[in-house]
């Protein structure tokens, strides 16, 4: 059976500048923090929110004349740092829609997001039965990672960065950068040749709009942009700003303007099914009966497919049963997660089967 041909969606460019996502990497106590906060009292843009991770500044740097930020609040984890930013890119979309200033989010720092998962996956390692075999053997022995498991920290990265690149206002990713001795491409140090190495993942300066390096002993620098309104040299020098602050870029530089909102980014999908999963976890909020009118909306989505409505439907029926039968919510694949869950089964004994949350479902 051969489907319709769609029919061409065009519109023309509206020539908005997009409100940036900015790298700010340096050394240390080159002043960071401090441009951050000074930026987060603009009386151009909108509420401003502050996401530490790793560092302790962030309570007392409300005091930097300007300041005005919120200080988000999480419990180190991972998944409740991924779901704090999605709330406030929640947020940036109301606002955005609203006609509001653009919201502000600063991550302090990127460094130690990166670094937070960098252990992560060395435990993981270590953990492995690989890796305990040959820590038996030799207890201070190197226990490399392999790519799985530095593709799993890639995909956790790649979830924060993604909801940063999407977020419809002003983003401030502050990351720890230095000089270090240059290598060649046999790792080996090159004499008398020093390199600048900014800490985080190398794909970190393709997620930037605009990329600031700040030193102690010299004036800010603007290291690369993407921007029709200015240039940063690709073959020379990186652009000096004596009197750089975030403003004076946003709005002076780059041209950005609070009464041209620029066109929401569609989050991109593999299939229609993804973007309904996140309202399947909003809906168990309301109960069984938030998933009950979940599933008859789902089932009137003319576009939705077959098996996009299977995928959907699964998922209610996954938090129905986790609503029946309360479990741990921790990361199933962490080494804890799985100790809980063969502990709990050795402690059941049999009983009387649950009814089938798909049963259940189909009723409603």
């Known amino acids: 059976m051969t489907h319709p041909i769609p029919k061409l969606r065009t519109r023309k460019p509206t020539g908005v ?52 930020y919120l200080l988000i609040d999480h419990s180190g984890a991972y998944r409740d740092i991924l779901g704090q930013i999605e709330a406030v890119h929640a947020e940036a ?74 977020m419809p206002g002003i983003v401030l990713l502050l990351a720890r950068g230095k000089e270090v001795a240059a290598v060649d491409g046999n790792g080996d140090p090159i004499p008398k040749s020093k390199d600048w190495r900014v800490e985080g993942h190398k794909s970190l300066a393709y997620d930037a709009t605009v990329w600031v390096r700040l030193r102690r002993e010299e004036q800010p620098q603007i290291i690369g942009a993407r921007s029709l309104k200015f240039q940063v ?27 041209t909102q620029p066109q929401a980014t569609p989050e991109l999908t593999g299939d229609l099914a993804q973007a309904w999963l996140p309202r399947v976890k909003e809906a168990a909020k309301g109960g069984v009966d938030g998933l009950k009118k979940l599933w008859r909306e789902v089932e009137a989505d003319e576009e939705l497919t077959r098996e996009e409505v299977r995928v959907v439907r699964a998922d209610i029926e996954r938090k129905a049963a986790e609503l029946k039968k309360p479990q741990d919510m921790s990361d199933p694949t962490s080494d804890a997660a799985r100790l809980r869950a063969a502990a709990q089964q050795d402690a059941e004994t049999e009983g009387p089967a649950e009814d089938a949350p798909g049963d259940e479902f189909a009723a409603a």
């Open 17 to 68: 500048v997009p409100w940036p996502k900015i790298l700010i990497e340096g050394e240390e106590k080159s002043g960071k923090s401090w441009i951050a906060a000074q930026f987060t009292g603009s009386d151009k843009t909108g509420q401003a929110y502050w996401l530490e991770l790793g560092e302790d500044t962030a309570n007392e740097y409300v005091q930097v004349p300007g300041a005005d």
């Open 93 to 166: 979309k109301r606002a955005a829609a609203a006609k509001e200033p653009p919201v502000v989010l600063v991550i302090d720092s990127v460094s130690l997001l990166w670094r937070m998962l960098v252990n992560w996956t060395n435990d993981r390692a270590r953990r492995s039965n690989q890796g305990q075999r040959k820590l038996r053997q030799d207890p201070d022995a190197e226990v490399k990672p392999s790519m799985n498991l530095w593709n799993d920290a890639y995909e956790r990265w790649a979830k924060v960065m993604y909801l940063v690149r999407t």
């Open 233 to 259: 040299p690709r073959d020379g020098e990186p652009r000096t700003m004596p009197d750089f602050s975030v403003e004076k870029l946003v709005f002076g530089l780059m041209g950005c303007a609070i009464h």
